[in-house]
């Protein structure tokens, strides 16, 4: 019975030890909760995931340019793997274009694109926009369209247009 106890005792132990805690800027945590809210509606598991990052973090070390700037992008360790999503801090001048950049990020990470679907096409998953408040103005369709063309939702149920979230 002891020898149960101190085993259960040290699993336990082990298990915390390899618990990790996100550093999470406080400035995204709205995002990201309204982001993971979304992922339950769409039944997306993301727990896991979410615990494996080291942070979600407001950087300044992206650059910014007349030519060419990074609004954000996933940080991955040496072995390629995503340790953070981190966002530039130039994108905090208008909250739209902040949430509009950190669903971006999110859904590269949460709902496993790879790639942008386009160059500038109006939608989040674009390379560019040329007009986040457009795509601000047509929020819910363009969550629909982020949730449903994602590679995680068409994994989980086959196509696109195949199961309707529960509300």
């Not at 995931?49 to 973090?57: A, C, N, T």
């Not at 560019?128 to 795509?135: K, L, R």
């Not at 449903?148 to 979230?165: L, N, Q």
Request: proline content about 2%; glycine content about 4%.
């Amino acid at each position: 019975m002891m020898k149960n106890l101190l085993l259960t005792i040290f699993c336990l132990l082990t298990s915390l030890g390899y618990a990790q805690d996100v550093q999470i800027d406080g400035r995204l945590q709205p995002y990201l909760n309204d982001f993971l809210e979304i992922c339950k509606t769409y039944n997306i598991e993301y727990h896991e995931k979410l615990f494996q990052l080291e942070s979600i973090d407001i950087v300044s070390t992206l650059p910014v340019s007349e030519e060419s700037s990074t609004l954000g992008m996933l940080r991955r360790d040496i072995e390629g793997n995503v340790k953070g999503i981190d966002i530039n801090w130039v994108v905090q001048l208008d909250q739209e274009i902040l949430k509009v950049v950190a669903f971006h990020e999110f859904a590269h990470y949460f709902l496993e694109y790879s790639t942008h679907v386009c160059d500038d096409c109006g939608i989040i998953m674009s390379v560019v926009n040329t007009s986040y408040f457009e795509i601000v103005s047509d929020w819910d369709n363009q969550i629909k369209t982020l949730f449903e063309e994602s590679p995680a939702y068409i994994k989980k149920y086959g196509s696109s247009v195949s199961v309707v979230p529960m509300r």
